[in-house]
């Protein structure tokens, strides 16, 4: 079928150690699709949702050991410990394929391999890169389909170069003990074994679009970013594009495909989706940023989807679905916590336990339904409010980038940074609650650069540096903002309603690099000015406001020490810049406490 020698004895190598049965190209084909549900339909891989409710839709329940990424499981292989860094695993190359090739020695026995060949970003486009990724699990096969661009285009596109990511994934047996997810940017491998979920094992998203890209992108110049693309239309039909990273589950996805509150859709306010997870960015030569989503579907979070929340993603989930994790029903029906419809009576549970409503735990806490990470996998194209501009081969300009985090405390509903380095600063000590998209205790902050912590693909303290570098030539850098939709009163209830009110914020932060918008200075940076942000039609007090946009310095003090001790992991590698920007703000926040004392 294709001449390309490095493709075809790579493919060989791989067969030789995995001992598949047989092997099967990925064409793209409908027929094939329709082939490979059919088969994981029939075999229970997969069941096929009810016809009439859910067209074309699937669901798929992964192993009770496998719900989420692994981080600790996921390493980075480099000839050079270093160039790994502090914040991610590593193991040296040779030792890691030993270990590795063992578990996938043999693991397709009696199994098919599939043959994968992908692209991240549009096909022609400067961003885009190709990879092929080799699997024996169907399941991969029908979200790769959705999830990027597929099949044989794609091996045209390549010809004959030797120029694309060697993924190799075996599900094997699942075992915890025998799964690893390993990078090796050096040779543009990644090798995953042992899993059957999501991130760990669609090569194409996390693995390549973000650790291994990220490492060309410190090589070749530009920034692979776990960040959300949307665009912002005023009623003069002005478009603003921003960028915005928030650490998994933190609300890519929903801010992505917000309504707009009924005053602004009124005014004629609209919102375009380009991309909810990952952001490849690029200088243009107009001295602005240009950002491209390099997938082509969903991978969201499904339990708190409703209409409320999010009614752009729950039409868009409507049909060509896969469900992950959820609950299902006798009938043919998935269902969520904080879904839509009603409970159902009875199902089974994420877990494959028959489930009803009211079953309590040992501590008496409800048991749910839906695993809190479980997901739907959605083509792009059938969201209601997708960009005409998503799959431009160009990109688009981005106004601003955002940063975020989940912070109950401490963190202002939304602040301006004073210039790119101090955004990227600002983006170096995010910090967040843990969600049940990480192992971990929940709840539990920790520091997360640019939501790039189990993401980057290289040192984290050369990325910091390579962010200074990027803006340094930039002639019309974007504004850098941080964002906080999750702090919290002295009850514990969130103190901003969130969701489509999250326009607001979006119009303050463009008005600002518009120079419209008034601002207080602080010392972590600039904050809505009284009435600067649009509170019309909002149920919420003053003091509420207050406290939203509240910098306490003895806290913010307390803040930096975390922020030391953090960028003491990196040694003599911490970049000057970072280290000036920290001194500056601890200087602005003891003169303004003095002041207040
Ligand atoms: P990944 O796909 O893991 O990268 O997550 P994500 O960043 O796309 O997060 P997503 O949009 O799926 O949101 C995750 C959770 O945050 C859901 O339970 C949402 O209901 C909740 N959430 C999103 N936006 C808001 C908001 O503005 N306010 C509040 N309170 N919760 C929100
Ligand atoms: C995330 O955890 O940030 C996700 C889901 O987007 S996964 O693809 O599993 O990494
Ligand atoms: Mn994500």
């Known amino acids: 079928m294709i001449e390309n020698r490095a493709l075809q004895q790579w493919i060989s190598a791989m067969v030789e150690l995995c001992r598949p049965e047989k092997v099967v190209w990925i ?5 094939q699709k329709n082939m490979l549900e059919e088969e994981a339909d029939s075999t229970g891989e997969m069941t096929r949702l009810d016809e009439e409710k859910w067209p074309g839709c699937l669901y798929h329940r992964t192993a009770v050991n496998d719900v989420a990424r692994t981080e600790n499981l996921t390493y980075i292989c480099t000839s050079k410990k270093e160039d790994a ?72 596109q390549l010809g004959d170069s ?5 993924g190799l994934h075996s599900k094997a047996d699942l075992s915890l003990d025998k799964r690893l997810i390993l990078h090796f940017p050096e040779d543009n491998t990644i090798w995953s074994v042992g899993s059957g979920y999501g991130g760990n094992v669609l090569l194409g998203k996390k693995c390549l679009a973000l650790r291994i890209a990220s490492w ?31 650490p998994s589950a933190c609300g890519k996805t929903n801010l992505a495909m917000l309504i707009p509150p009924e005053h602004l859709r009124k005014q004629g306010y609209k919102i375009w989706t380009v991309g909810d997870d990952i952001a490849w960015i690029r200088s243009g030569e107009d001295g602005r940023l240009w950002a491209v989503n390099p997938e082509t579907g969903f991978f969201g979070v499904a339990p708190g989807t409703n209409a409320h929340s999010n009614p752009n993603a729950l039409a868009t989930i409507r049909r060509n679905t896969i469900f992950t994790n959820v609950l299902l029903t006798d009938d043919g029906d998935v269902w969520w916590e904080d879904g839509e419809g009603e409970t159902p009576a009875a199902g089974t549970a994420w877990d494959g ?27 792009v194209n059938q969201c209601p409010t997708i960009s005409p501009e998503w ?63 189990p993401f980057c693909g290289y040192n984290m303290a050369d990325y910091f540096r390579h962010w200074i570098d990027f803006g340094k030539n930039l002639a019309k850098p974007p504004g850098i903002f941080h964002v906080n939709w999750f702090r919290k009163d002295e009850g514990g ?20 690099t518009r120079g419209n918008a008034s601002a207080e200075k602080t010392p972590i940076g600039f904050v809505p000015a009284a009435d600067s942000l649009d509170l019309k039609g909002l149920d919420i007090t003053a003091e509420a406001v207050q406290q939203l946009f509240a910098v306490d310095p003895g806290d913010w003090l307390e803040e930096l020490e975390g922020h030391f001790s953090y960028f003491e992991q990196f040694g003599k590698k911490l970049p000057q810049g970072i280290l000036e920007e920290y001194r500056a703000l601890s200087e602005r926040l003891s003169a303004e406490r003095v002041a207040i004392k």
């Open 85 to 156: 860094g502090p914040t991610n695993n590593w193991m040296e190359p040779a030792e890691a394929y030993r270990i590795a090739g063992e578990y996938f020695k043999g693991a397709m026995e009696g199994r098919t391999m599939y043959v994968i060949p992908f692209a991240m970003g549009p096909l022609g486009s400067p961003f885009t890169k190709i990879g092929i990724e080799l699997t024996d699990s169907i399941y991969v096969v029908l979200n790769m389909l959705i999830m990027t661009r597929s099949g044989k285009d794609v091996l045209e």
């Open 216 to 246: 060309f992108g410190r090589d070749e110049g530009w920034l692979a970013e776990h960040m959300l693309i949307m665009g912002i239309e005023d009623p003069d039909g002005k478009i603003d594009y921003i960028a915005a990273a928030f």
């Open 27 to 31: 064409d793209g084909s409908e027929e």
């Open 353 to 379: 336990r028959p489930w009803k409503p009211g079953l309590l735990d040992e501590a008496g806490r409800p048991i749910p339904g839906a695993h809190p990470n479980s997901r739907f996998t959605a083509p």
């Open 162 to 166: 030797d120029n694309f990511t060697r």
């Open 493 to 512: 209830n969130y103190i901003w309603p969130g969701f489509g009110e999250n326009l607001r914020v979006l119009n303050w932060i463009i008005e600002r």
């Open 391 to 453: 799959s431009n081969p160009g990109g688009v300009p981005l106004t601003a980038i955002v940063f975020g985090g989940r912070r109950s405390r401490l963190a202002p509903l939304v602040y301006e940074t004073f210039n790119w380095r101090h955004g990227v600063y600002t983006g170096a000590t995010m910090a967040s609650e843990l969600t049940a998209a990480q192992y971990g205790r929940q709840g539990k902050v920790r520091r997360d650069p640019m939501a790039m912590l």
